[in-house]
């Protein structure tokens, strides 16, 4: 007796196979829209099979909040920053439950091309679905605020018109150089020049040209650990001598590790009446150089050196009147805790590193300039 063929017994299978998967193809995206919404235009038929499917089986990540009780918090998308970055910061941060099924959700609804930068208020109480939405509009009553160490004033003015704040530089200028700031802290007759601590700030729309300025201020005092001031103290500076120079060290270092040989520097000038000669000091009084665009004009010229103000270190002995610059806590802690060095001289390296040489002598630190 001839077996018969199995051809079309697995001919039948294939064909019912066939037909389960265009079911399924057909049906988890119809599944999928109607739980998460329509898929996006710009996907492939496969695209929204598959994406359908994972976001199906990951539907609990994202329409369950990661944490009922949370709280909000503030939440800041740079520019240009992409939506991986993003949704991994979500994740760390303890507000989505999974960073790979919420790009899916993005991808799905098209949301990826339309995300903002800016400021959000944002709270794992909320569903990923709801973050999502959220993170189409950035939030309007907020800006961030940003002062980089060594800006002087007028610097820190100039970034206000792009800042989001309705403030104007002339505003800024005028409650920053108002008399009585902080009786405590700072002289009458001074400004809160050296005392705007740089930091990054999230600030009300609303802020005032005096908010501003107290805030600025109340995070210098904040930062400065306590034990600072009794260094400074134990070296015969006040504080706002201290900040003062500071605010050169500030200046005249381009890596934080060599501001305590640098305040070695200074200290060791002070000691025996040598006039510090910084050329900061010089700059700052110049004020703005407008061939150059620049408060800080460079290179100096002998005539420059000439420029009669107390700020003038060539000219004068001492500390300037007061701070060049708004110094970070670095160039603060190289004051208080100096290195302990025989030098009297520095001069920046040839080699671009912005690293200096040290010499005890002059004769050594005339070896040291550049040919």
């Known amino acids: 007796m001839r077996r018969r063929s199995s051809l079309p017994v697995l001919l039948i299978g294939l064909s019912l196979l066939t037909l389960l998967l265009l079911a399924l193809g057909f049906g988890v995206p119809a599944v999928a829209e109607s739980a998460f919404g329509p898929p996006s235009p710009a996907l492939s038929a496969w695209q929204r099979f598959s994406f359908g499917l994972k976001l199906l089986v990951n539907a609990d990540d994202l329409t369950a909040p990661r944490d009922p009780n949370g709280g909000e918090?503030?939440?800041?998308?740079?520019?240009?920053?992409?939506?991986?970055?993003?949704?991994?910061?979500?994740?760390?941060?303890?507000?989505?439950?999974?960073?790979?099924?919420?790009?899916?959700?993005?991808?799905?609804?098209?949301?990826?091309?339309?995300?903002?930068?800016?400021?959000?208020r944002l709270s794992p109480a909320l569903n990923a679905r709801s973050i999502a939405g959220m993170l189409q509009s950035a939030t309007l009553t907020e800006v961030t605020f940003t002062v980089l160490p060594g800006w002087r004033m007028e610097e820190i003015a100039a970034t206000l018109p792009t800042s989001g704040l309705s403030i104007s530089p002339?505003?800024?200028?005028?409650?920053?150089?108002?008399?009585?700031l902080f009786p405590d802290l700072i002289p009458a007759d001074a400004s809160a020049e050296g005392f705007l601590h740089p930091d990054t700030y999230i600030l009300p729309r609303t802020t005032t040209a005096g908010q501003l300025v107290s805030v600025l201020v109340q995070a210098f005092l904040a930062r400065l650990p306590a034990d600072y001031a009794e260094a400074y103290a134990a070296r015969g500076l006040t504080l706002h001598q201290a900040v003062t120079l500071a605010s050169i060290?500030?200046?005249?270092?381009?890596?934080?590790?060599?501001?305590?040989?640098?305040?070695?520097?200074?200290?060791?000038?002070?000691?025996?009446?040598?006039?510090?000669?910084?050329?900061?000091?010089?700059?700052?009084?110049?004020?703005?150089?407008?061939?150059?665009?620049?408060?800080?004009?460079?290179?100096?010229?002998?005539?420059?050196?000439?420029?009669?103000?107390?700020?003038?270190?060539?000219?004068?002995?001492?500390?300037?009147?007061?701070?060049?610059?708004?110094?970070?806590?670095?160039?603060?802690?190289?004051?208080?805790?100096?290195?302990?060095?025989?030098?009297?001289?520095?001069?920046?390296?040839?080699?671009?590193?912005?690293?200096?040489?040290?010499?005890?002598?002059?004769?050594?630190?005339?070896?040291?300039?550049?040919?």
């Open 73 to 120: 918090m503030l939440f800041i998308i740079d520019p240009g920053e992409s939506v991986f970055s993003i949704s991994n910061r979500l994740e760390q941060a303890g507000i989505i439950p999974d960073a790979r099924a919420f790009r899916i959700y993005l991808a799905w609804t098209g949301m990826d091309a339309y995300i903002q930068t800016g400021v959000f």
């Open 249 to 371: 060290i500030e200046r005249e270092a381009v890596v934080d590790e060599e501001m305590p040989l640098i305040a070695s520097v200074f200290y060791n000038r002070l000691a025996i009446g040598m006039k510090l000669q910084t050329d900061p000091t010089v700059q700052y009084a110049l004020g703005f150089n407008v061939l150059q665009n620049t408060w800080w004009t460079t290179p100096l010229s002998a005539a420059d050196l000439q420029f009669d103000s107390p700020y003038n270190t060539y000219l004068y002995p001492g500390l300037p009147p007061g701070p060049i610059s708004n110094p970070g806590l670095a160039a603060l802690q190289a004051v208080a805790y100096p290195a302990d060095s025989p030098y009297f001289y520095f001069q920046a390296k040839c080699d671009g590193s912005g690293l200096h040489n040290f010499a005890e002598t002059f004769e050594e630190h005339e070896g040291n300039y550049c040919p």
């Open 170 to 180: 002339d505003e800024f200028l005028a409650a920053a150089s108002a008399p009585g």
